[in-house]
């Protein structure tokens, strides 16, 4: 899931996984209309985070990223430098960092992660940790750039 790209795609899956809208389509129509673009408008990717924290109460989250001189730098053979190393050049950057973590009580260890995501955009990485989260059913660390 984390391959998945921005797009109508990734939309219509968020909506019917994590939102629960119906997704009844006209015929001739790949998806339905009206489908919001959750995937590359921030505004709708925020209603996401806002309808994961609805359905677990104590869902904690967390979005990292957009600066230009820190962050996650793509290896140019398709892996990962090491996280929060100094980017000479803002173009090498790695994007987002979106994460749902933690317990209704918090005294249950509330550092658990139940979906997170790395891309290069906030509402991608929203929308895959969203997914993630609600498809886990459990705690969870996978995506990282680190492959942990």
């Known amino acids: 899931m984390s391959d998945m790209k921005a797009g109508r795609e990734l939309d219509a899956l968020v ?10 389509k006209p015929e001739g129509f790949k998806y339905p209309i009206g489908l919001p673009r959750y995937s590359v ?13 609805r ?3 104590g869902w904690r989250f967390c979005l990292l990223g957009g600066d ?9 053979a398709g892996g990962w430098v090491s996280p929060l190393v100094v980017v000479e050049d803002s173009r090498e950057a790695f ?6 973590f933690g ?10 992660r139940h979906g997170e995501a790395w891309a290069d955009t906030a ?4 929308c895959l940790a969203a997914l993630q989260a609600v498809e ?12 942990t």
């Open 41 to 53: 408008e921030i505004a709708e990717a925020w209603k996401v985070v806002w309808e994961v924290q």
């Open 136 to 147: 886990s059913g459990r705690p969870l660390r996978s995506g990282s750039p680190e492959g």
């Open 15 to 24: 909506a019917e996984k994590v939102m629960g809208r119906d997704m009844t």
């Open 103 to 112: 317990e209704l009580d918090p005294r249950v260890n509330c550092g658990d």
């Open 95 to 100: 994007g987002w960092d979106a994460s749902f």
């Open 68 to 76: 230009v001189s820190m962050g996650y730098k793509r290896d140019p």
């Open 55 to 57: 359905q677990h109460p």
């Open 123 to 126: 509402p991608l990485a929203i």
